[in-house]
């Protein structure tokens, strides 16, 4: 990286963090803690002044760009920590557990994320020439360096919330212009093997994606197999390459996800919530749950309740 790339990605950055602070500000013009959603498309920006508790959750296809402070996603035994103009990115839903590492009050944590538009990524990777070899259904998340092209898209985008008389139009075109970005990337080796028809990580994409809205069911590992046109051998090998766990433990943690939204939102209690997402014994899910989250259920849920910060710096 050259010594004016370095010196647009500081000013880039600066702009980036000024462009968070703007839009996660109180009502008085101070500045508020949690997360914001912009009126764009997938936008969200982050705003935190101290650490966080590492917390379970599924971390949609994403891409999270840190302009102040650090965060870290832990994903089966490895921490994927990032700031500046490193961004963390998944190409699929998959389980992780994360937190911001370092905020304060003097520094606080400020970031952006984008939900991903697997369509559009699609469409632009037929137009687009992968950038190397194409990778080998690789895990389903990665950190990279930001070129200077990438970052300042990304703020012209955040700035778009200063215009929003301008956001219909220029917000679709500046967030084509990210993903044709991201393709071009080395992250975009990732991205296209979960796009690519008829890849094995398409295929495993479409298995996650069955799974999402039939994790309720009793799971057949060969019929999922077949619904990717897998053996089952080799099906469970690149679903746990991709997602780093079984398909049975990717059920349970889906279902333990779905129970544990339901209980934030105050929907169900204990035992609605494990029948609700297809637990058939309340004593087992209480046990999976408490192993996962650290404690009881409806303990856990109190207490988060309490905190009033959980839902929003999961995703941050």
Known sequence: MTELERVDITRSLTLLADLV??????????????STTAAIRGLAFHHFTSPGDPMPHFMQPVLIVV???????????????????????????????????????????????????????????????????????PCGAMIQEMGPELLDAFVRLAALTTR????????????REIHYRLLKSPIGALLRTFNAFGSQGHQISRAIHWLEEHYKE????EELAARASM????????????????PLQYQKRLRLDKAHHLMMSGQCDVTQAAYAVGYE??????????????EAPRRNVLALQAAGRQESASFA
Do not use: W
């Open 164 to 175: 929003p008389d301008e956001i219909p139009v220029m917000g679709e075109i500046v967030l």
């Open 231 to 246: 053996a089952p051998s080799t099906f469970h090998r690149y679903f746990k390459k991709v997602t780093t766990v079984s």
């Open 67 to 137: 302009a102040q402070g650090r965060k870290v996603v832990h994903i089966s035994g490895r921490d994927y920590a990032f700031a500046g103009n490193t961004c963390f990115v998944t190409g699929v839903n998959m389980p992780v557990t994360s937190c911001v590492l370092e905020a304060s009050e003097d520094q606080p944590y400020l970031a952006m994320s984008l939900y991903l538009d697997m369509e559009l990524l699609a469409e632009l990777a037929v137009r687009t020439p992968p950038q190397g070899a194409q990778a080998e259904c």
């Open 281 to 294: 014994s309340v004593s087992q899910f209480v046990r999976e749950y408490k192993r996962l989250y650290g």
């Open 218 to 221: 009793s799971l057949s590992v």
């Open 21 to 34: 602070l703007h839009n996660t500000a109180s009502g008085e013009g101070s500045p508020g803690e949690g």
